[in-house]
Nanobody, 122 residues
């Protein structure tokens, strides 16, 4: 049973930084990709970025490219989302999700965490 637990959300001023963590358990993730998604109030969930566990290769949405960085710690089975230069429009609930399939097909992410709130004040 795959379990994903996010942490690290909070309130930050515009221009600030936060690091979110996603602790993964329940199986070996070497063949998985772990992605970050977010959902702002009144909006649909959107893709933020993803990392292939085995290679560490990453891919980001244009809206966060250059500001957000995804990394993983194999020993801790944890994926991180480092968010710098935060903007009020980054305010959302952030979710991590896992897929063993096509890492760029967002419909394949079948395992989800509970989410963590990020609020950026102006």
């Amino acid at each position: 049973q795959v379990q994903l637990v996010e942490s690290g959300g909070g309130l930050v001023q515009a221009g600030g930084s936060l690091r979110l963590s996603c602790a993964a358990s329940g199986r070996a993730f070497s063949s998985y990709s772990l992605g970050w998604f977010r959902q702002a109030p009144g909006k649909e969930r959107s893709f933020v970025g993803t990392i292939r566990w085995s290679s560490g290769r990453t891919y980001y949405a244009e809206s966060v490219k250059g500001r957000f960085t995804i990394s993983r710690d194999n020993a801790k089975n944890t994926v991180y989302l480092q968010m710098n230069g935060l903007k009020p429009e980054d305010t959302a609930v952030y979710y991590c999700a896992a897929t063993p399939l096509d890492w760029l097909d967002y419909e394949t992410y079948s395992h989800w965490g509970q989410g963590t709130q990020v609020t950026v004040s102006s």
